[in-house]
């Protein structure tokens, strides 16, 4: 299959999801994962539609933004190191994992203007992964509410990898629960969940995400994976 024709079949996938959630497909985000893909890629995933890209590195997102002019939105998704924080700041629409007030701290001072983030919370207690942990997110949470120049718009998780979709739920109605919680107690909107990605995306629409982190769906196995 083209991208074309795989951003076609998970855009009615998402939608007909949205549809079982009693949702309006307006409701949901697709951030491609264009990791690893060359511009040209994110060149054709655009041409059929796609808007959103989400990076993992910070140098390479700098390289791509250089190389393509098209009208697309920024996202990186992945650890962000604060020494590359200035390669990020300012030129994304939304980073998906800060899990530290120091890094909340680089991005706001390096960003023209503010900048919105999530914080990233590791829910399936995985030493691999980082985030915060569940208990310690309201700790967290009011730190990077505070923060000059950023804002919090809400949180992100990544489960534990499974080959069953619905493994997932828990973790992503955990989040959305967390998120109700931290938005009473900080007394402001979190109106962003950034959860799901290519194998248990239906299921994250199903439970109240916002944005799905899609990759593989999209473009294929990563290059560096073939």
């Not at 200035?86 to 991005?107: M, P, R």
């Not at 900048?115 to 009011?142: D, F, M, R, S, Y």
């Not at 919680?181 to 995400?209: H, K, N, T």
Request: net charge neutral; with cysteine; charged share 20%.
């Amino acid at each position: 299959m083209t991208i074309a024709a795989r951003w076609d079949t998970v855009r009615a996938l998402v939608a007909a999801a949205c549809a079982r959630a009693g949702r309006p497909a307006s409701e949901v985000t697709i951030v491609a994962v264009s990791k690893t893909h060359p511009a040209s890629a994110i060149a054709e995933a655009a041409a059929a539609g796609a808007v959103d890209f989400g990076e993992n590195y910070a140098q390479e997102l700098a390289a791509k933004q250089a190389e393509l002019t098209l009208p697309i939105r920024w996202h990186y998704i992945g650890r962000l190191q604060r020494n590359k924080a200035k390669l990020v700041a300012g030129k994304v629409a939304l980073v998906h994992a800060v899990e530290s007030e120091e890094l909340a701290q680089e991005l706001g001072k390096r960003a023209a203007q503010v900048q919105p983030i999530l914080l990233a919370v590791n829910l399936g207690g995985e030493a691999t992964k980082g985030g915060v942990t569940g208990e310690t997110a309201a700790a967290v949470a009011a730190k990077l509410a505070a923060v000059p120049n950023v804002r919090l718009d809400g949180l992100m998780t990544m489960p534990p990898p499974s080959d069953d979709p619905e493994a997932s739920r828990p973790v992503f109605e955990a989040l959305r629960a967390l998120r109700d919680r931290l938005s009473q107690e900080l007394g402001q909107a979190l109106p962003v969940l950034s959860m799901g990605m290519s194998g248990d995306y239906e299921v994250a629409i199903a439970c109240g995400a916002t944005h799905v982190r899609i990759g593989t769906a999209i473009f294929g196995v990563r290059p560096n994976l073939a």
